[in-house]
């Protein structure tokens, strides 16, 4: 198909809301835009991973602990199945991987904030996994078709993610005075970061227009952000915890949420590598990656000698 | 009730959550010798888990940390499940046993305790307790005492998944480079010492006759199926002394107790508080 016949096949999928596959023919930003959110979407699987790693092994009871491993070595498998995803448009995984140890890629901001007491495996669960929620369920629909599948199967497990992180909180929080407290604390240092999960504010977000054209994203930044924090505001009133924000509110006009003003430059520098944990997140990587170069290579010649002894 | 609802049917795989209830309202309950056996197969489970817990996000590959953390799910539930039917013998919970007893009064074999090493010192180590604990299991289908059983079948069937993936990966490392040959054959020499432990019998297990399982009887099996795959690898079982054990009489490695520490720790920062 040339290009004319294949951009005219193209707009044609997108002005009836259609799936584009693998085989069909796309415009060269389509792919590219494409594989740089599917293949950051990965890389934040994958480093998100850490923080709540970091607490498997000191995990205060067995259920606890056999819930959170479920549960980290779940972001594993979402990991693998958005890389596949973004392989279908022509990118290798280990390319992708190359540039996110290289420091090359970019992942979710809020995965370089350190968690440090058991409750933040609550408010994790709860506040960053739900946001993924809110911004994962529209892209079940994204135009383009492993993606919308991979995030369908993603999303199944999202709502058992959200839901254990929001037990943790209520058990902590109907627990001692020291436990609530710590629950507390944990939300407040985390619901800044979740609000940011959605992008930078509308008016401040160029590539989203094009998206919202081409069939990947279904809402803006602020309209996911809004919803949000309306779901929040209800379910924190059941953990009989705050929000760090005294300026929620429903607009009846809007019939919209608002929130209290964000700070967009602690955002911008941790999006540059001025996060507290934004080193430490990637020499993980890098070291997790390096140290098993000689197994993977091991698991490669192996499995050459095996094809090799099957064709003589 | 009839009896056939309440009895307990290898068939019928038991949550942990489900062992607790039965221990709590006295349809389950061991003797003091069936619990302390029990804490030998639930500690050996719940110390590899922990071990196995720390490579989750440092693994080989994207399919490492979720095989790896299969695998130490798998040995967590069979953990929960032994430690909760041990702890009805003595009124305590699963956390009661593995959060609040020090480091004499653990049950784990050495081999179990051996830190992760490198990744082929993590499969060595994975295969021989995943062999031991199969054929374990395997026996322990027949046992008398009708809970132990229950608790086997379900545990049979996952270890036999553990045994193909170590043993897979045992070929691969010994047939794969010249630095994996090299590798693997350094993390063989590190763990067969603490071998001979697992297959050492005790007299608990005279104490227990029909529902414990024999270890130098499994010894036989152990050696002609993992023999099989080593020599398939082309690996030769070395020569190494082996190390003193000790660990189903409360002596263990130096390393317990730095994992104990880490385990424990937030745990006993709140004693009695509920997660
Ligand atoms: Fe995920
Ligand atoms: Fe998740």
């Not at chain 1, 293949?39 to 067995?62: F, V």
């Not at chain 1, 069939?215 to 760090?244: A, C, H, W, Y």
């Given at each position: 198909m040339d290009d004319t016949a294949g951009q005219a096949n193209f707009d044609a999928l997108m002005a009836a809301d259609s799936r584009v596959e693998p085989r069909d023919w796309m415009p060269e930003a389509y792919r590219r835009t494409?594989?740089?959110?599917?293949?950051?979407?990965?890389?934040?699987?994958?480093?998100?991973?850490?923080?709540?790693?970091?607490?498997?092994?000191?995990?205060?009871?067995?259920?606890?602990?056999?819930?959170?491993?479920?549960?980290?070595?779940?972001?594993?498998?979402?990991?693998?199945?958005?890389?596949?995803?973004?392989e279908t448009l022509g990118t290798p995984r280990d390319e992708m991987m190359e540039a996110l140890i290289a420091g090359k890629a970019r992942y979710s901001s809020i995965f370089n904030y350190p968690a440090v007491s058991w409750a933040d495996m609550g408010a994790i669960g709860w506040l960053v996994d739900g946001a993924a929620i809110c911004n994962q369920v529209p892209l079940c629909r994204a135009s383009y078709g492993p993606y919308a599948r991979a995030m369908v199967r993603i999303c199944k497990e999202e709502s058992f993610h959200q839901r254990q992180g929001f037990e943790i909180l209520l058990e902590l929080s109907r627990g001692s005075a020291v436990q609530k407290q710590m629950a507390q604390d944990a939300v407040n240092?985390?619901?800044?970061?979740?609000?940011?999960?959605?992008?930078?504010?509308?008016?401040?977000?160029?590539?989203?227009?094009?998206?919202?054209?081409?069939?990947?994203?279904?809402?803006?930044?602020?309209?996911?952000?809004?919803?949000?924090?309306?779901?929040?505001?209800?379910?924190?009133?059941?953990?009989?915890?705050?929000?760090?924000?005294?300026?929620?509110?429903?607009?009846?006009?809007?019939?919209?949420?608002?929130?209290?003003?964000?700070?967009?430059?602690?955002?911008?520098?941790?999006?540059?590598?001025?996060?507290?944990?934004?080193?430490?997140?990637?020499?993980?990587?890098?070291?997790?990656?390096?140290?098993?170069?000689?197994?993977?290579?091991?698991?490669?010649?192996?499995?050459?000698?095996?094809?090799?002894?099957?064709?003589? | 009730m009839s009896e056939s609802a309440t009895r307990i049917t290898p068939g019928n795989a038991l949550r942990p959550e489900d062992i607790a209830d039965r221990v709590h309202d006295g349809t389950a309950k061991p003797s003091d010798e069936v619990a302390e056996y029990a804490l030998w197969l639930g500690d050996d489970a719940l110390i590899l888990a922990q071990r196995l817990g720390h490579w989750i996000s440092r693994a080989p590959e994207l399919e490492e940390d979720v095989a790896l953390g299969n695998i130490a799910l798998d040995q967590?539930?069979?953990?929960?499940?032994?430690?909760?039917?041990?702890?009805?013998?003595?009124?305590?919970?699963?956390?009661?046993?593995?959060?609040?007893?020090?480091?004499?009064?653990?049950?784990?074999?050495?081999?179990?305790?051996?830190?992760?090493?490198?990744?082929?010192?993590?499969?060595?180590?994975?295969?021989?307790?995943?062999?031991?604990?199969?054929?374990l299991y395997r026996r322990l289908l027949d046992s008398a005492d009708p809970m132990l059983a229950a608790i086997a079948a379900k545990a049979v069937k996952e270890v036999d998944y553990h045994r193909d993936h170590s043993s897979q990966w045992m070929l691969r490392l010994a047939l794969g480079t010249d630095e994996s040959r090299?590798?693997?054959?350094?993390?063989?020499?590190?763990?067969?010492?603490?071998?001979?432990?697992?297959?050492?019998?005790?007299?608990?297990?005279?104490?227990?006759?029909?529902?414990?399982?024999?270890?130098?009887?499994?010894?036989?099996?152990?050696?002609?199926?993992?023999?099989?795959?080593?020599?398939?690898?082309?690996?030769?079982?070395?020569?190494?002394?082996?190390?003193?054990?000790?660990?189903?009489?409360?002596?263990?490695?130096?390393?317990?107790?730095?994992?104990?520490?880490?385990?424990?720790?937030?745990?006993?920062?709140?004693?009695?508080?509920?997660?």
């Open positions: 494409l594989v740089r959110q599917i293949s950051q979407h990965a890389h934040s699987e994958i480093i998100g991973m850490q923080p709540e790693a970091n607490w498997i092994t000191r995990a205060p009871s067995l259920r606890r602990k056999a819930i959170l491993m479920a549960k980290v070595q779940d972001e594993a498998g979402h990991g693998l199945y958005l890389y596949s995803a973004a240092r985390w619901y800044a970061p979740s609000l940011m999960m959605f992008g930078p504010p509308d008016d401040d977000s160029p590539n989203s227009l094009q998206s919202m054209a081409w069939n990947i994203k279904r809402f803006s930044n602020d309209e996911l952000r809004s919803r949000f924090v309306g779901m929040m505001v209800e379910q924190v009133e059941v953990l009989g915890l705050t929000l760090p924000d005294d300026q929620i509110r429903f607009n009846e006009e809007t019939k919209k949420w608002e929130h209290g003003p964000l700070d967009w430059n602690e955002f911008k520098d941790v999006l540059a590598g001025h996060g507290p944990c934004n080193a430490q997140r990637l020499e993980r990587r890098r070291s997790a990656h390096d140290d098993g170069a000689w197994v993977r290579e091991a698991a490669a010649a192996y499995a050459a000698k095996q094809q090799a002894a099957v064709a003589a | 967590l539930g069979h953990a929960r499940s032994f430690l909760s039917y041990a702890g009805g013998a003595w009124g305590k919970s699963e956390d009661d046993l593995a959060y609040f007893r020090d480091e004499p009064q653990f049950r784990s074999a050495h081999l179990v305790e051996q830190p992760n090493g490198d990744f082929a010192v993590t499969i060595a180590r994975q295969f021989v307790l995943s062999h031991y604990q199969f054929e090299r590798r693997v054959e350094a993390a063989v020499k590190l763990i067969w010492p603490y071998l001979a432990e697992l297959f050492e019998d005790h007299p608990l297990v005279d104490a227990l006759p029909g529902i414990a399982v024999r270890p130098s009887e499994l010894r036989p099996a152990f050696d002609a199926v993992t023999g099989a795959v080593l020599a398939e690898a082309q690996l030769e079982i070395p020569s190494v002394p082996s190390a003193s054990g000790g660990g189903r009489n409360g002596r263990h490695s130096e390393h317990l107790g730095y994992l104990l520490a880490e385990m424990q720790v937030l745990a006993r920062q709140h004693p009695g508080a509920s997660w």
